[in-house]
């Protein structure tokens, strides 16, 4: 009994964990594509450009929008960092045309150039894409 019990969850450990890494990658590309929208909303608001710079390489998550403070922290800056908790991600890459992790967009909502955002979480990926005329996916 105790060795069918043994067997049963060596075969679930290895699938509630990658479970776990699928939710996390899906809940930090959907932050991640929720805050463009907010950000390209905000340019059209205030007709001015409007920029998010993200960090990424080993051990990076992070990204800032230039200007907006921190909904839950007046006095801090608004950044997000998904390498702690709930997400445990982190950023890859991201690429906007030439400019490398900033995206900018303009007072028309229209990006200075499309691209995408790769993050990783434990062996499960996901790409933020933003395309030329501002439309976020996730993949």
């Known amino acids: 009994m105790l060795s069918i019990v043994a067997v049963i969850a060596g075969l679930a450990v290895p699938r509630f964990a990658a479970a776990g890494d699928r939710y996390r990658?899906?809940?930090a590309a959907r932050r991640i594509a929720a805050d463009i929208v907010l950000l390209r909303v905000r340019a059209k608001a205030m007709c001015a450009s409007q920029t998010m710079t993200f960090t990424a390489g080993t051990g990076a998550g992070a990204y800032t929008i230039a200007g907006m403070t921190d909904p839950?922290?007046?006095?801090?800056a608004y950044r997000v960092d998904l390498t702690a908790d709930p997400y445990r991600a982190r950023?890859?890459?991201a690429q906007f045309g030439g400019g490398g992790g900033t995206l900018t967009f303009g007072g028309y909502g229209m990006p200075a150039a499309g691209g995408s955002i790769q993050l990783t979480t434990g062996t499960t990926t996901r790409t933020v894409t933003v395309d030329a005329s501002g439309e976020v996916s996730v993949q």
């Not at 839950?72 to 801090?76: I, K, L, S, Y």
Request: hydrophobic share 45%; net charge negative; proline share 9%.
């Open 91 to 93: 950023i890859t890459s």
């Open 72 to 76: 839950d922290r007046p006095a801090a």
């Open 25 to 27: 990658a899906d809940a």
